[in-house]
């Protein structure tokens, strides 16, 4: 008997929140599919949606995931998993952690629960840690746990589900180009000058601040980044075009999604969201760059 989860895509550092920061969308989303086997180790028995995927438990962050759990439970049977992916990968939208994520749960519902939900969240880490390079959790505890998840720490690791009480809806655009997160890592500066690193918790406090306050002037004054958007955005085509055009339709602000190359916009209304996602499509149009 298979277990099946199903976890959504997410958009992390939300311009200020750099590894800190990240919200769950309801779709797109992967599918991991787990059963018990007798001999012990994991089988991955398919891998659809996407090309080119490894089927190597070793190598695919699903194999990995499901291996830890094992391992840290001491169990001598083996899983068989299944995946069936929504969403390409590269594309910012936490591709491999919706994965690891539905992974985690999965495994976790077969088993019994042994975990809690927050629990989790190490273990589908371990799928960041191996497609990224970098074990973050912007994009898996959202992933898990819903809505907007602050990442307070990560020595220890304190994830904090914000619970935010107002309405927000996104609007995300993915130029068809495939953004590797280990590449847009590897482009960053590791030192932040005072002066921006004061805008950035600025930012974030006012950010954090008007979601549970429900200022929506707050939220836009404070959706900014002038650290990592400025280093990464020369990577996406058109990005500054595409975001003067969500800002004008009237986004409350509007930045990279997690590494990119997705660009996401926030706004108060589905019918702002909408207007957004046609002035962000317009920009793309005729540049020879599919959007979805
Ligand atoms: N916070 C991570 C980054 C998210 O921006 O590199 C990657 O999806």
């Known amino acids: 008997q298979f277990v099946k989860a199903y976890a959504p ?22 599918e991991v599919w787990a059963r018990k086997k ?17 089927a190597d438990p070793t190598l695919n962050v699903i194999g ?20 069936h992916k929504g969403m390409p990968v590269g594309s910012g939208l936490g591709s491999s952690a919706a994965s690891s994520a539905a992974a985690a749960f999965a495994v976790n519902a077969l088993l019994g629960n042994p975990f809690t ?4 969240v190490v273990y589908a880490m371990e799928g960041e840690r191996l497609a990224s390079g970098s074990a973050h959790a912007d994009n898996v505890a959202p992933s898990l746990l819903g809505g907007f998840v602050l990442v307070r720490g990560y ?15 996104a609007s995300v655009l993915y130029p068809q180009i495939e953004l590797k997160t280990s590449l847009s890592r590897s482009i960053l500066k590791q030192e ?16 954090m601040a008007g979601l ?3 200022d929506y002037g707050l939220i836009r004054r404070s959706l900014h ?51 957004i996602k046609n002035a962000m499509e317009k920009v793309y149009a005729g540049s020879g760059i599919e959007t979805k």
């Not at 895509?9 to 992967?30: E, H, Q, R, S």
């Not at 398919?46 to 090309?51: C, D, K, R, S």
């Open 212 to 214: 549970l306050m429900k």
């Open 9 to 30: 895509a997410t958009v992390a550092n939300v311009c200020c929140g750099f590894d800190v920061l990240g919200f769950a969308l309801d779709a797109p989303g992967d």
């Open 117 to 120: 939900t927050q629990e989790l």
């Open 155 to 169: 020595d220890p690791l304190d994830v904090i589900p914000l619970g935010v009480p107002l309405d927000l809806y």
């Open 64 to 83: 990995v995931v499901a291996q830890k759990m094992l391992t840290d439970l001491n169990l001598e049977h083996g899983l068989e998993l299944q995946l």
């Open 225 to 275: 980044d002038e650290i990592f958007e400025p280093e990464r955005s020369v990577l996406i085509p058109l990005f500054k075009q595409v975001k003067d055009a969500a800002l004008k339709a009237g986004a409350l602000g509007c930045g990279i999604s997690g590494s990119g190359p997705s660009i996401f916009a926030l706004s108060p209304s589905a019918e702002v969201a909408h207007d």
């Open 38 to 54: 007798e001999t012990p180790g994991i089988l991955i028995s398919a891998v659809t949606g996407v090309e080119g995927l490894s």
């Open 192 to 207: 932040i000058p005072l002066k921006k690193g004061i805008k950035q918790w600025g930012n974030l406090a006012g950010l």
